[in-house]
């Protein structure tokens, strides 16, 4: 049962979210190594349908699927300096096959670029192998020294999605960040979950790359959770794995390489905006179940309830819809409204003997926890509208409340009230230097997630930088993250 009530989310958000996450049979938190959790049968199906959007996503676009092993030789992960640093005290090593030493050490794949990259370099050896676009949906493992949260900062990354590309040179590079912003926007929408992408510090970027993009949500806290992550790595992994290709005219150049990152962080991100005091709200994209039927028979009725509901249920999944019928003698329907809405499913469809008499049945939408009776012809055409309608709904409400906590802000004192407030994200002008922005952090107790993107958008002209007084050349986005 989820106790937590949503007007008390902003201290008690935590709370919430680690109960619901087993109530609604999402994952299970008890397996015995901390940060490792099991996927229920219910949260699987529904990561199964995000990713079902992003394979679909990655064939329009010409992604082939490749699929790595989780071990990694230390002696390729050594060939990028910068990304050793990045990661090596996250690292899980394997030092012995039994009790026989290994003569190199393995790890457990943090991420994949060192494990394919030495492959890439086999693989493209002239212009006609470029654009070179693969992708993979794998465990990741990363010792996580915080407080772990289940999809949000864990051990094991179980569904970590990551493209690769490799191209002939800087622009196509940057051609294919701009296919990956548009990639996310749709994926995006899919989920009803409005965002920001801001361009990270120096300081923060991707061991390895030359700029990296980061994706955010508001959370119901005012804190912001990163969902999707894009880097344009120049020629510095092609450099350091030797990966070059022959031009048109016979010489040899090293490739420009991107990645594009996502995980289950998507749906923790759907949980949380769109979550309320009776449990989950699930976009019907996503949706494990799209439409419940509750059959509400009655002694001494002579109508068959159970069959009316269940040829209402046959129309459904004709028409396409994933739809359950629940016709548990042992629950009374009360209990199975409960349970329904904590598992969110969108579409509540109630039949008793007088909707059976008068031909109508009762249609409930999730997010809104309302009711009408339609007539049993207009059921599947109003499943479909109502289906429509959270949608667009669940988007305008998240928009909304993300619009307004982004708070421009031309001080530090200003900035700091924003942050005691949990309000969210602070834009403030910034001069671009590192030693102002990480001082800033320090003041604020808040991250920098970067200036908005693309970066025209992130200029300015007139202001000042609040730490340093100098002429501020960029808005720097400032919050306090998951």
Known sequence: ????????????????????????????????????????????????????????????????????????????????????????????????????????????????????????????????????????????YRYETKHTRPLIRVREISRFFESHTAHKDFDDAERQIREDLEIFDRLAKFLAL????????????????????????????GRTLQIGTMHNYKQNFARAYNIKYETETGDHEYAHQTTFGMSERLLAAVMAVHGDDSGLVLPPTIAAIQVVIVPIPKKDSPYDVVAYARGIMEELRNAGIRVYLDDREEIRPGRKFYEWELKGVPVR????????????????????????????????????????????????????????????????????RVFEDRKGIVEIPWCGEESCGLEMEEILDAKMLGIPYPEEAAKIEGKKCPHCGREAKFIARFARTY
């Not at 499943?383 to 909304?400: F, G, P, Q």
């Open 1 to 140: 049962m989820v106790r937590i009530k949503r007007e008390r989310w902003q201290n008690e958000f935590s709370e919430w979210y680690n109960e619901l996450i087993e109530a609604a049979e999402i994952q299970d938190k008890r397996y015995p190594v901390k940060g490792m959790n099991i996927w229920m049968p219910y949260g699987l199906k529904i990561m199964r349908n995000i990713e079902a959007f992003i394979h679909k996503e990655m064939e329009r676009t010409g992604h082939n699927e490749v699929l790595f092993p989780a071990l990694i030789p230390e002696t390729e992960f050594q060939k990028e300096a910068d990304h050793i640093a990045g990661f090596e005290g996250e690292v899980y090593w394997i030092t012995h096959a039994g009790v026989n030493p290994l003569d190199v050490r393995l790890l457990l794949r943090p991420t994949s670029e060192t494990a394919m990259y030495s492959m890439f370099s086999l693989w493209i050896r002239n212009h006609a192998d470029l654009p070179f676009k693969v992708y993979q949906i794998v465990n990741v």
């Open 349 to 416: 469809i109630e039949v008793g003997p007088r909707d059976v008499e008068s031909g109508e049945a009762v249609i409930a939408r999730r997010d809104l926890l309302e009711k009408e009776s339609v007539s049993r012809e207009e059921v599947v055409e109003r499943v479909k509208k109502t289906m429509d309608s959270i949608m667009e709904n669940l988007y305008t409400r998240a928009k909304e409340f993300l619009e307004s906590h982004i708070k421009p802000v031309e001080t530090l004192e200003d900035a700091k």
């Open 194 to 221: 409005p965002y920001i992408v801001s361009k990270r510090p120096d300081w923060d970027k991707f061991p390895g790359a030359f700029y990296s993009l980061g994706a955010e949500v508001m959370m119901p806290d």
